[in-house]
């Protein structure tokens, strides 16, 4: 093979995080003046969507990812349990959020857009722990964390700053669990089989969500001036 585990594991690394510091850069967006309402309306959607997001791709796929690992595997199971912990913060962070723009938090009241569902349908037919690492901790968490560590974040821009905050607080927790995403991506780099498996997991799943993450920053009032990015 290529490369080695480790060189792999970077690649998959990487091909996620160049997509979260394309598609979150400020420069490659004009922005719009919105009504207020349809601004308020756009970001609540926005918030409601995170929440349920911390929820589900944060407790219910860990825990299916402890079930899924091997006995031997105790300490990254217990990492794992305490991501779902941190998840569930985020969950209340969001939470909160919405509760100050007089908004619904409540998970069960929020209909699923159907491109959230196709994301969901990525983690679900995961057959091995670190497959669902590769469309989860290994895909989306990266490109999250470009949300607060790119400079031209446009979100800078886009939030006030209190939500910006909270945001910031929540990308603090995110190293440990994109560790955890490595390390089940290492245990299942030994063939080329896996390798593909893993590959398109992190593909399907990161088509769905740039789809949606550009959706909803358009909505916030910008429009795109540069091509989507890409995979490699």
Known sequence: MKFTPN????ALYHRAKDIGDDLYDSRKYEFIRLDPEVYREALV???RRRAWSEWY????AQARQIMLLPEDQVDLKLRLARQIRDEVRHYDVFAQQLKRFDAEP???????PEILVRMQKVQMEA???????????????????????LETSIFKVLFDKELMDAVIDIEK???PHIANGRD??????????????????????????????????????CRRVAPLPVFE
């Open 7 to 10: 060189e792999y594991m970077q």
């Open 184 to 221: 089940m991506v290492l245990l299942f780099c030994d063939t080329l089989d896996h390798r593909r498996r893993l590959a398109a997991s992190q593909e399907k799943y990161l088509t769905a969500m740039m789809q949606l993450h550009f959706t909803e920053i358009i909505k916030l009032g």
């Open 45 to 47: 959607t926005y918030m």
């Open 127 to 149: 057959e091995t722990a670190p497959e669902l690492a590769a469309a989860n901790q290994f895909a989306g968490e990266i490109v999250l964390s470009s949300m607060t560590d």
């Open 57 to 60: 791709f944060g407790t219910v």
């Open 106 to 112: 409540r998970i069960a009241e929020f209909v699923l």
């Open 173 to 175: 927790d995110e190293p």
